[in-house]
């Protein structure tokens, strides 16, 4: 696609409950971020995969937070047993480059509020 | 650890005024530095960025941004702003060696 789509844009849950939130990024990017931002915050940084290697998931808060992503192609971040302090904006980015000279592409976001 | 800091949360402008909103960064090593975007309701997008070379970078919509290495600093600038400047601005500074570290963000709002 022409850009970083993630899906889906609004989600409201129970607390408890587990939620699925799906990025696909720019076709032929091989690295993928995955961001967390609070009301009034920075970005978070959260899971980061960049081809064949093992994803870099020193950003993850907690063990109820899990990312996998398929090849170069679609990513998936899961919130299990959600907690009213998950709510935030998730932001995924990808970027065609390796190393630190890495434009990030960025999606629109969800917001996940747990109620 | 690394950190980024941007030292106006919030700030007010009328148009035709300038600009500058601050950005240090706590790294000791090479860094490669952005200025990222978010106007409302759009994607964060990348505004400028430096790698290397000259410390004044030229960005999209007449911003500009130095790098002081001896200050760790990135200030952003713009010599007269619009209200379509109304923004979050974020900066972010990546070290040769690991990911990316975002400041906070600064909302500018550009009054008509």
């Known amino acids: 696609g022409a850009g970083v789509s993630q899906s889906p844009s609004n989600k409201v849950t129970e607390k408890g409950k587990d939620v699925e939130l799906r990025c696909d990024p720019i076709?032929?990017?091989?690295?993928l971020y995955w961001y967390r931002q609070r009301l009034g915050q920075g970005l978070e940084f959260l899971i980061y995969f960049q081809g064949n290697s093992a994803p870099d998931k020193s950003g993850l808060p907690s063990d109820r937070f899990s990312a996998e992503r398929t090849g170069e192609s679609v990513s998936t971040l899961t919130i299990q047993r959600t907690q009213q302090e998950d709510s935030a904006v998730y932001l995924c980015?990808?970027?065609?480059?390796?190393?630190?000279?890495?434009?990030?592409?960025f999606g629109a976001g969800t917001r996940l509020s747990v109620l | 650890a690394q950190s980024v800091s941007q030292h106006n949360h919030h700030v007010i402008l009328s148009e035709a005024a300038s600009l500058e909103l601050g950005c240090n960064y706590s790294y000791g090593g090479t860094v490669n530095l952005f200025w990222y975007v978010q106007y409302p309701g759009q994607h964060l997008q990348l505004l400028l960025k430096?790698?290397?070379?000259?410390?004044l970078v030229k960005g999209i919509k007449g911003f500009e941004a130095e790098f002081i290495k001896s200050k760790f600093s990135f200030n952003l600038r713009k010599p007269s702003v619009q209200w379509s400047d109304t923004a979050e601005y974020f900066c972010?500074?990546?070290?040769?060696?690991?990911?990316?570290?975002f400041g906070d963000g600064t909302t500018l709002t550009v009054k008509p």
């Open positions: 980015a990808s970027s065609a480059e390796q190393g630190t000279k890495n434009i990030q592409y």
């Open positions: 972010a500074v990546t070290p040769s060696a690991g990911k990316s570290t």
């Open positions: 430096y790698f290397s070379g000259d410390p």
């Open positions: 076709s032929g990017h091989t690295a």
